[in-house]
C-alpha cells in the first residue's frame, strides 16, 4: 500500500515562490527515484522534476533554471521549490515514482496569478 500525499500548493503572484512537498509511505522510499508532475486545465499531466535515489536531478525545459527538486530519505519526502513563477505555471501538481507508477495521490493546486 503506497501512499503519496503532496502539500504546500497556494496562490501566488507572478514572480512569487512555493514550496511543495510530498511524503511517501508504504514503501522503500529511499531506493526510488521520485518525480514532479503537472496537470493544467485541460491538458494532459506532464513530467515536471525528477530525482534518482543518488540525488541526481533532471527537468522539463520549461522549469528548468526557476525549479529545484530535492529530497529527504530519513524523512520519505521529496520537494519541489518553485522560484520565479509564471501564470503557466498554473496547475495541480503531483508527486509520484520517476518513470511514474499508476498509482497517484490527491495533488497540491498551485495557482499563479498576473
Known amino acids: 500500500q503506497v501512499q503519496l500525499v503532496e502539500s504546500g500548493g497556494g496562490l501566488v503572484q507572478a514572480g512569487g515562490s512555493l514550496r511543495l512537498s510530498c511524503a511517501a509511505s508504504?514503501?522503500?522510499?529511499?531506493?526510488?527515484?521520485m518525480g514532479w508532475y503537472r496537470q493544467a486545465p485541460g491538458k494532459q499531466r506532464e513530467w515536471v522534476a525528477g530525482?534518482?535515489?543518488?540525488?541526481?536531478?533532471n527537468y522539463a525545459d520549461s522549469v528548468k533554471g526557476r525549479f529545484t527538486i530535492s529530497r529527504d530519505n530519513a524523512k520519505n519526502t521529496v520537494y519541489l521549490q518553485m522560484n520565479s513563477l509564471k501564470p503557466e505555471d498554473t496547475a495541480v501538481y503531483y508527486c509520484?515514482?520517476?518513470?511514474?507508477?499508476?498509482?497517484w495521490g490527491q495533488g497540491t493546486q498551485v495557482t499563479v496569478s498576473s
Open positions: 509520484n515514482r520517476w518513470p511514474p507508477r499508476d498509482y
Open positions: 508504504g514503501s522503500i522510499f529511499s531506493i526510488n527515484a
Open positions: 530525482i534518482t535515489s543518488g540525488g541526481s536531478t
